[in-house]
């Protein structure tokens, strides 16, 4: 990762501030809208429940809020020290302030660890300047989204609906990328959670969960937080879910939690907007907002995430906010990656990902033909924006409908905090080596201890533990 500068990159060296107090649960949050905050402490319901594995992100500051619509976080300032052995390092961070978002030429030699997801998300520019990521999230002091793996040594974390950033979270990740869109430097990474609601139905056999009139899709790439598994969901419980856009009613599950009840949250794509009235729907909602609720962007087919005070008199939420999802603009010249479900397929030159208009007919395409894109297949695509279109160069084909699908997770970086092959960590993330088929590469499970250098791969994560496959040691 050492020689990926782009040209023009000594150009972004613009310091970030933090600023403190400030709050605020509401749209696509601009850099110093809330406080800082080192351990997430904050009042609301939705940040009560913590996880037993917390990564070392190795972020350079963090504000953390309730995500309600009046909500904000600490003002006190943030200071990560090092977790030492316990965990396996972790990053110091200032009282409100970072340094230069990417002025050097690579990560630092001090990014010693990463844990992916495997490549659910999008990528895309931060703003019209830069790059920036928005997708389910993995990493120990540094972030993967579809491959890219990004550093995060000078970045910002701006976390709404959790106490701590945790594995398959959808998140923005704003800063630079490589040619080959497959290493950048993070400057800000913001995240919020998509849905949060009463389960009124599960089918084990399909994947799928229905929460707030949307069904939610989880496959064996969904991380699972605190519980071990859709199985373990039942009708009346209230979880939170990280996930992905997938249609009109749909979402693809990246990550899912149980949460006691709480605030209702609902992402997905907007149908049959009345602007007279001041609603629309969302899968089986009917979503009603006050004049001042919604963004001047709100449009038919556009993808929103909707917060409410009270529970929806169904069919109806009333919405205290609504924001558009991780928006990221178009313009011409810009550098675009995304992950997600392929939607209003028309041919492999139309169709949308992520509601981002994408030609694919010229890319390189892996993992499949192109004529096997359709409407449901799940993919990563990367190219260069053109009169408002991503002109694809390079496709990579996960899944299609009916198929299976295959995780991969992996962690890099020092072990610490060490018991045995089946409990140790990786930069924070728990981590069980112990299985009858785990593949050791360059030792054995002998050699697992504190203080080791290794790279785990895995194939799914169970209440937050990295179940490897493979360890190789460096």
Partial sequence: MKSFLLPGLLAMSTALVV??????????????????????QASSGALAFTSASAPDWGFAAQSVSDGGPGGSGSSAGTSGGSNGSSDGGG???SAGGVGSG????????????????????????????????????????SIIVNGVRYNTDSAVLK??????????????????TNADFTAGIATEVESAA????????????????VVLGTTINTDSTTVWGNISGLSAVTP?????????????????????????????????????????????????????????????????GVNVRVRGNVQPTSPVLQ????????????????????????????????FRVLGTPVDASSAQVSGGPLAAIANGVELDVAGTVANGVLVATKIKIKKTPGGASAASFTAMGTIGAFKSAADFKVKGQQ???????????????????NGTKVSINGDRIVNDVLIATRVSFD
Avoid at 159 to 176: E, H, I, S, W, Y
Avoid at 319 to 325: F, S
Wanted: net charge neutral; hydrophobic share 35%; with cysteine.
């Fill in 319 to 350: 919405a205290a906010t609504v924001e558009l999802w991780y928006p990221v603009s178009l313009r011409d010249g810009t550098r675009r990656q995304l992950g997600g479900v392929v939607t209003d397929f028309v041919a492999a030159r139309s």
């Fill in 91 to 93: 990053a110091t961070a």
């Fill in 159 to 176: 976390l709404r609906d959790a106490p701590v950033l945790q594995l398959g979270m959808t998140a923005k990740v704003n800063g630079p």
């Fill in 102 to 141: 990417g002025t050097g030429a690579s990560a630092s030699a001090g990014d010693t660890g990463g844990v992916g997801s495997g490549g659910t998300g999008a990528s895309a520019s931060a703003g019209d300047s830069g790059d920036s990521g928005v997708g389910g999230v993995g990493g120990v002091a």
């Fill in 236 to 300: 009346g419980m209230t979880v939170q879910v990280w996930g992905l856009p997938a249609g009109a009613g749909m979402l693809r599950a990246t990550r899912v939690e149980q949460q006691p009840a709480s605030s209702p949250i609902i992402t997905g794509t907007v149908q049959n907007l009345d602007s007279g009235n001041r609603r629309f729907v969302l899968g089986g909602l009917t979503v009603e907002f006050k004049q001042n609720a919604a963004p001047a962007a709100l449009a038919a």
């Fill in 19 to 40: 600023s403190c107090g400030g709050g605020g649960g509401g749209g696509g949050g601009s850099s110093g809208d809330s406080g800082v905050n080192s351990a997430g």
């Fill in 431 to 449: 981590v069980d080596a112990s299985g009858p088929g785990v593949q050791f590469v360059n030792g054995t499970a002998a050699n697992l201890g």
């Fill in 194 to 209: 998509d849905a949060r609601g009463t389960v009124v139905s599960v089918d084990v056999n399909s994947g799928n969960l």
